[in-house]
Structure formats: structure tokens, C-alpha cells
């Protein structure tokens, strides 16, 4: 069997021009890198055409490490709607070079449901990433140039500053460090870290953001520390914004790619769904939406983190409404809920299934609870049985669900027509009708104990005393009026990643809070989560190469 990277190289593509067609762009307003790839100009979102758009969001259950192929059913439901005639752009987030080389992979999708060309893709692509990374760090040069200046010094107290540096990549040995070692001339002493450019809060501004002057606005409100007589300070103050809006002037423009089987697919953007919003741009989505009748999008990780975040973030700043949502389901992650351990994940359990069915069952009743009845994708794998596939679909009928067998993986549109069938019916019977879980004035506390309580399950949530602290900081900047962006733990409905399957009787913890104010929301850090990852013991970049003709292998 073809790996997915073997399948990626053996596909003739199509020039970019000739996709943008389908989409009824004209190849002057491509900004072309090279043959198959380009950047689409904001003019084309068109306001009124989006209205009459449907957007399909797909998510998850709680995935295992390797993930449960949300991308990949993304990818084929796209195929399956074009091949039942609905003219479909499937919209992406772009890969991060930390899962890529280490533990998760890319972000193309896989088997035959792939995005191409796949190894440009899941490496520098268009150089968004290098964009947000560069006016990321812009700012943080800008404010430890401000501290060594004594002429025009804004009076910061550098113990107060929470802004980072990032780089795209899992080093955890930079978490926390100590700059401006050395003698007078190298800076100020101070303590600092990195973030993983995907955690960044300039990804986020530019997902949120619609436009280059919301861009700069959002800029300038990045929340950097106080000064020493407990003013806050802002980007605006060191006048930040214009020059990090440069560094972005391409990067906010939605990339076209295709399919493996030649449709339309733009890929933006790629904040994490465990420690940022998970989800690509704002006009990425709205420019598939203008150019195309269904689009078809994709949230990070589980429902709980990903889709929460799509509809109570990114719907309620862009006025987006999700007409279906798709829960992506695993026979394989199943048996991982249901108990059992990673050797066992590939044989056949059905006792582990329905124990793991717990896990589906709760996901399906919290996407109910934003006003919409899912369709249920089973992600066909080798090794899955009949028993299984059953009891799954046993469990779907019990809430009123479909649950459809999806083979995008070795078919392509082939094997999703009646997943793309469902979803169609399920548009069309006009009976979803999307809501937030909760109203952004809510008080903080109670915003984030509506999502831990409805969303996760928990009984109940506990602040430390830096979190309290963390509160009086978010009121006394004016903020309580954000939404709520939780850094959690993917691997498990609770803060704790070893409790599987459907948690009970369990509290959640605020260990701290990050204030994004330029992205606008605010992020209650919960448990041990980290912004910054590891690399697993062996990461995934041990088995890459490249050979003499530039053709790579190892990459997935």
C-alpha cells in the first residue's frame, strides 16, 4: 500500500489557474507561487453571496495522539459533493512544522482525500508562518529595544511583560529562558519563553481579523505588561502595528491549492485548538463561502475545543452560521476510550467500543446544545469490524443521528457520496439552527464554568491564587467581555489527559490566565497545559529524507 506521500507525488496536478477557474477567479487576480499555488486578493469575498452559502463544520470525538482524520473526511466529504454536483471548496488550516516533525504529522489529509501539492503544503507553503513568527518577534524586539532605552522609555516593568517570542517548532528547552545576558550593550536581564508560532496571538489576530485595517486595530490593542506606576502598555504605544501589518500584508491573503481530484481548496492559517482558537482565517472561510455553493471547514482536535471555539469565537466576531456539522468517529478511537491500550488500538474489540462510545455519546449531546444534530463519520480503517461499525450506528440511532460509513481515505469522492448525502439531507430539512453556548457579558467565571460544566462535565471549577490574581488584572483592563478561549488538554474531555472516555465527577483547574486582547478573547490556562511543546523520544523527522532529486520521503 502507497503511503500518503507516494500518493501525493504519483497525482498530475492542475495548474492553479485552472482551479481558480472552477471558482470563477480570473488569473489576474492570482498572486501565483509558482504552478500550483497562489494567493487569492480579500476583494473577492463577496457579503451577499455568503448568506446564501452553506458551511459544514467538521469535528471530532477526543482523538488518540495520532488524530482521527478530521482533515482527511474534510477533504473527501469535498470530493463526494462535487461528485453529486455541489459545487464545493473544502477550507483548511495550514500545517505547523511542530506536529509535522514531530509526533502528529501534517495537516494535507491523507490516503486519496489529500490537498496538493502535499510536501509544500505541510512545509513553508507560502511563508505565512514566517510572516506571524517575524512581526511576533518584531514586537518583542521592540520592547526589550524600549527597556534599553532610556531616551524614549514608555517606564516598563520588565517583570510585568507577558509577551513571548515564538519560532515554529517543538522545543521545550525554550519555555523559559533568561535574555539579555552578556554586559550593558546586550540588553536587560530579563525572564521570558517562546511559544509554538501556532500559539502565537498574532495567528490568532490574523484569523480574526477582516480586513488590513481590523489587522492593525487588532495589532495595536496586544496587551505587552505595565509600567513601573501600573499603566498598562500596549503594541500601540511603542506604534507597532503598522510596521507588523507589513510583515502581514501577504500573509492575510487565503492561499488556493486543490484537491487530489482537482476541486478548489484554500488553506489559511493554523492556530492550535488545545492553546488557541482552532480554527483558519475569517477570510478564508468567507472567500470559499463567496466563490463557491457549500464549503466544507474543519476545527482542531474534539468538539469540546475546536468546534466550541468555531461557535462561540469565530461565528460570533464574523457573523458565520454552521448549516451542518460533521462528527468525525473512529472505530480505533473507541477502543482507545473504551480502555484499551496503544498495541491494541488496530485489533478488533467490540467490548472497548462500546465502553468508548461513552465519549461520542457526550459529544453528540454538546454539539445538540449549539442547536444542531450532527452527522456521524465513521472513518473507515483497516482492521475495523462489522460488529463495531454496528454499534456505533446502534448508538447514532438513539439520538437521531446518522452515522455513515466514510472511505475518503482509500476512495476519495468515491467513498464519501453518502456521507455527502447525508450532510445535503441534513441542510436541507432546515432544522439546525446554530446558537452560542453563552453570551459574552456573561461575568468571566461564569462564562468559563458554562463551557467546563456543559461542555466538559465537570462538577465544578477552581482558580489558583495566580488565576484570581489573573481575574483582577482582566477587570481591571476592561475586558470581562470577552469570550472564552481554553487551553485544555486534547487528549481528554477534562483537564486531565488520563481520564478517558467520558469523565465524571471531576473539577477543572485554572492554573492561570493569557489575555489576548488584540485577538479578543481571554484564555484561562487549565491544568498543565503548555503553549510551547515537546518533541516526543522519537520524532517523526527521524524517518525524512530527501534524495540527490529533491524528491522527499518520511513526510505524512
Not at 477567479?25 to 486578493?41: F, M, N, V
Not at 484569523?207 to 513601573?228: A, D, H, P, Q, W
Not at 473507515?380 to 439520538?399: F, N, P, Q, W
Request: aromatic content about 6%.
Amino acid at each position: 500500500m502507497k503511503s500518503d506521500i507516494e500518493i501525493a507525488q504519483a497525482a498530475t496536478l492542475k495548474p492553479i489557474r485552472v482551479i481558480a477557474a472552477k471558482l470563477g477567479i480570473k488569473e489576474d487576480d492570482l498572486e501565483l507561487y509558482g504552478k500550483y499555488k497562489a494567493k487569492i486578493p480579500l476583494n473577492l469575498i463577496d457579503e451577499n453571496k455568503i448568506k446564501n452559502s452553506k458551511l459544514i463544520l467538521v469535528t471530532a470525538m477526543t482523538p488518540t495522539p495520532a488524530g482521527e482524520g478530521k482533515t482527511t473526511v474534510s477533504i473527501g466529504l469535498t470530493e463526494g459533493l462535487n461528485k453529486i454536483g455541489k459545487k464545493t471548496t473544502v477550507v483548511l488550516r495550514e500545517p505547523s512544522l511542530g506536529p509535522v516533525f514531530g509526533i502528529k504529522g501534517g495537516a494535507a489529509g491523507g490516503g486519496n482525500s489529500q490537498v496538493v501539492p502535499m510536501e509544500d503544503i505541510n512545509l513553508h507553503f507560502t511563508g505565512d508562518f514566517s510572516a506571524v513568527e517575524k512581526a511576533n518577534n518584531l514586537l518583542s524586539a521592540l520592547i526589550d529595544n524600549n527597556i534599553q532605552n532610556k531616551e524614549h522609555s514608555l517606564n516598563i516593568d520588565p517583570r510585568t511583560i507577558m509577551w513571548k517570542r515564538v519560532m515554529d517548532l517543538n522545543d521545550r528547552s525554550l519555555r523559559k529562558i533568561v535574555i539579555g545576558l552578556g554586559g550593558t550593550g546586550d540588553g536587560v536581564p530579563r525572564e521570558t519563553g517562546f511559544n509554538i508560532t501556532a500559539a502565537s496571538e498574532i495567528m490568532a489576530i490574523l484569523c480574526m481579523s477582516n480586513n488590513i485595517k481590523e489587522l492593525k486595530e487588532r495589532l495595536g490593542n496586544i496587551f505587552v505588561g505595565f509600567t513601573y506606576d501600573k499603566k498598562p502598555i500596549f503594541a500601540h504605544h511603542f506604534k507597532a502595528q503598522g510596521a507588523m501589518a507589513i510583515l502581514l500584508k501577504d500573509a492575510i491573503k487565503p492561499n488556493l491549492v486543490q484537491t487530489l481530484e482537482g476541486n478548489p481548496a484554500i488553506i489559511h492559517a493554523g492556530p492550535f485548538a488545545n492553546i488557541a482558537q482552532g480554527t483558519n482565517t475569517i477570510v478564508g472561510t468567507k472567500m470559499g463561502l463567496s466563490l463557491s455553493d457549500y464549503v466544507v471547514t474543519e476545527a482542531g482536535f474534539g468538539a469540546d475545543l475546536g468546534a466550541e471555539k468555531f461557535i462561540d469565537i469565530k461565528c460570533g466576531y464574523s457573523g458565520l452560521n454552521v448549516s451542518a456539522v460533521v462528527l468525525v468517529v473512529t472505530i480505533r478511537a473507541l477502543r482507545y476510550h473504551g480502555g484499551s491500550k496503544t498495541e491494541d488500538f488496530n485489533k478488533p474489540n467490540l467490548e472497548r467500543v462500546i465502553k468508548g462510545l461513552e465519549n461520542v455519546e457526550k459529544h453528540i449531546e454538546n454539539i445538540k446544545k449549539f442547536g444542531i444534530t450532527p452527522v456521524l463519520a465513521i472513518n473507515m480503517r483497516t482492521g475495523d469490524s462489522a460488529e463495531e461499525i454496528k454499534a456505533v450506528k446502534e448508538l447514532s440511532a438513539k439520538y437521531n443521528v446518522k452515522a455513515i460509513e466514510s472511505n475518503g481515505w482509500t476512495l476519495g469522492g468515491d467513498g464519501t457520496k453518502d456521507l455527502a448525502l447525508a450532510v445535503v439531507e441534513s441542510i436541507e430539512l432546515n432544522q439546525n439552527k446554530m446558537k452560542p453556548l453563552y453570551d459574552w457579558n456573561l461575568p468571566v467565571k461564569t462564562k468559563i464554568e458554562t463551557i467546563a460544566k456543559e461542555i466538559y462535565g465537570a462538577d465544578s471549577v477552581e482558580y489558583s491564587i495566580k488565576a484570581e490574581s489573573d481575574l483582577k488584572l482582566i477587570q481591571k483592563l476592561g475586558l470581562e467581555h470577552l469570550p472564552i478561549c481554553m487551553a485544555k488538554t486534547q487528549k481528554s474531555l477534562s483537564d486531565n489527559e488520563k481520564l478517558i472516555g467520558r469523565p465524571k465527577n471531576f473539577i477543572v483547574s485554572i492554573r492561570e490566565f493569557e489575555i489576548a486582547a488584540g485577538a479578543g478573547f481571554i484564555i484561562p490556562i487549565l491544568g498543565a497545559m503548555m503553549r510551547m511543546p515537546g518533541l516526543p523520544s522519537i520524532p517523526a523527522s527521524e524517518g525524512m529524507d530527501i534524495d540527490d532529486n529533491g524528491v522527499i520521503c518520511g513526510l505524512s
